[in-house]
């Protein structure tokens, strides 16, 4: 549905992915992977079609079985945390993430908690009070657990959410959750897998009122 049609939504709680969501981090992240295929003799083309919003050993698993997909992600994490320049807050998000409660948000991250609050310092975003980190689940997106887990944080069913998220793999997460999808498109584009019930580029079209029955957001043309 284009935003030019998009009623009022409603909602009890928000749950955000971050990279390409919240964090313009696209350029950063695939030059890592870029130097990392490169090391290991691997087509990076193969890799660009799976590693967006997948957690790293299940990017690596997929395209270098061979290796020890647990080790390598060390090494890309700890390059990628002394890597933070380059990474900017997508439009509109801090003076969204900032009309919230704490309690009504949480973070949903294919990210490892430490990485992910690293970079949502040095953007100048609020740390959440709530967030789930490549750590904190045992199968991550597209499965439906990490947004499942994102909702009972703030102890709500993931149907009474809206899930912000760019990549294919994270969309088909909050859908499979349940949750509505809002899909931020100034990263990855508009949405591939077709489950997003609404798109938009950033945060500065989409306005939310906080009402006696809960979250409502509207997206404006």
């Not at 009972?152 to 994270?170: R, W």
Request: charge should be negative.
């Amino acid at each position: 549905m284009s935003v030019d049609s998009a009623p009022t939504l409603s909602a009890q709680g928000f749950l955000f992915d971050m990279d390409g969501t919240l964090i313009d981090s696209t350029l950063c992240i695939e030059k890592i992977w870029r130097n990392w295929a490169d090391r290991q003799q691997i087509d990076f083309s193969a890799i660009l079609k799976v590693m967006h919003g997948r957690r790293g050993e299940e990017t690596i698993a997929l395209v270098a079985p061979h290796l020890d997909a647990k080790a390598e992600t060390a090494r890309l994490i700890a390059e990628e945390l002394q890597s933070l320049e380059g990474n900017v807050a997508i439009a509109g998000a801090k003076a969204f993430l900032e009309a919230l409660n704490p309690e009504q948000w949480a973070v949903v991250t294919s990210a490892p908690r430490q990485l992910a609050l690293a970079k949502l310092a040095f953007v100048g975003l609020p740390t959440p009070k709530h967030l789930i980190g490549a750590e904190d689940v045992t199968l991550g997106k597209p499965n439906p657990d990490p947004y499942l887990q994102g909702a009972s944080l703030l102890q709500l069913p993931a149907t009474d959410c809206i899930a912000f998220e760019d990549a294919a793999a994270g969309i088909r997460s909050a859908h499979c959750a349940g949750a509505t999808v809002i899909a931020i498109t100034h990263a990855a584009g508009a949405d591939s897998t077709g489950l997003a019930q609404y798109q938009t580029c950033d945060f500065t079209r989409i306005k939310v009122d906080h009402m006696p029955s809960g979250l409502t957001v509207r997206i404006q043309a």
